[in-house]
């Protein structure tokens, strides 16, 4: 924390909510003010892994924003943080002015495989909330007719609204997962799973679109005094957005009197020489190339796929 900065403002999450409680409270200060942005990924680059879906003018908008608030030398990014594990949110609120869980929505769960990472992995909270016209999502999060999407290790009853409005929508349950591969159109999760004769076989479950765990019942347990953000406080089918929850934050962080702040120890990792812009155009360029292929080639498209 810097020495004249009069708060200092933990946001965990580098989501679309998290960069809009950053930005909004940028905008607003008009005093010393530090930010640490912490995030359990080791870059803030979740809305730029959505591939072409939302457009490439809404991907290159949202490389130019991270760009923008990452040059800022109020905020300190930090990667591979994990809050709850690295440091306890009762600590961070101890070392901090406030502090704002922008995490998503509780019930969708993290994916420990390799390649959970890669572009079109996604959650079911944000196919239910694109369905539903929310102003937190660009697009349609799937066309039914076109793309195929998997939901990991759900139960019937958390989807049955999805199945009956999205045929294409899969389960996957009750299997060994071993990770996610190939890319962009040409994706699938691989499993690893006995058959008939007793025998471990892998195969690949054909995935355009992968839709992390899902647990309705999961809750976050934060501090009373911890800020929410995002689909971490608001469900997304209901209205609201991102820009209006972090204006509310926003003004609440910054209209309370200074707390005197005791700064973090030093977590996680830095950004080095990542350029949000430099890796939109890798990807809209990748893109480009393998949107010319035919989907009837899906065998072949995966076959020559380099892993994301």
């Known amino acids: 924390m810097p020495a004249s900065a009069e708060r200092l403002v933990a946001v965990v999450g580098a989501g679309p909510a998290g960069l809009a ?77 406030a502090v704002v869980a922008a995490t998503g929505a509780p019930a969708d769960r993290p994916l420990a495989i390799p390649g959970a990472d890669a572009v079109g992995v996604g959650t079911l909270t944000y196919l239910r909330a694109a369905r539903a016209g929310s102003a937190d999502t660009y697009t349609p999060a799937i066309d039914p007719v076109v ?37 962009n159109r040409a994706r699938a999760v691989r499993v690893a799973e006995r058959g008939p004769d007793g025998r471990l076989h892998i195969r690949d479950q054909r995935a355009q679109l992968v839709l992390r765990p899902h647990d309705p019942g999961a809750g976050d347990a934060l501090p009373a005094d911890v800020l929410r953000a995002g689909w971490a406080g608001r469900d997304p089918v209901a209205g609201g957005s991102h820009r209006e929850d972090a204006a509310a934050v926003a003004d609440a962080v910054l209209g309370a009197d200074p707390v005197p ?8 990792t830095g950004l080095g020489s990542w350029d949000p812009i430099a890796e939109v155009k890798t990807l809209l360029a990748r893109f480009a190339g393998e949107g010319t292929r035919p989907l009837a080639d899906y065998d072949a498209l995966l076959a020559d796929a380099d892993d994301d």
């Not at 990014?77 to 600590?91: A, H, I, P, Y």
């Not at 793309?147 to 290790?153: G, H, N, P, Q």
């Open 147 to 183: 793309d195929t999407a998997v939901a990991l290790e759900p139960t019937a009853a958390d989807v049955s609204d999805l199945l009956a409005e999205v045929p294409r929508v899969e389960l996957l349950a009750g299997v060994e997962l071993v990770g996610i591969v190939g890319r």
């Open 21 to 97: 409680v950053v930005e909004a409270l940028l905008a607003r200060s008009t005093s010393s003010l530090a930010v640490a942005w912490l995030e359990r990924s080791p870059r803030p680059d979740a809305m730029l892994r959505h591939g072409p879906a939302p457009g490439p003018a809404v991907l290159r908008g949202v490389a130019h924003r991270l760009a923008a608030v990452l040059a800022d030398p109020r905020v300190r990014f930090r990667g591979n943080v994990s809050v709850g594990t690295d440091l306890s949110w009762n600590e961070l609120c101890d070392r901090c002015t």
């Open 261 to 268: 702040a005791a700064g973090l120890p030093d977590l996680g």
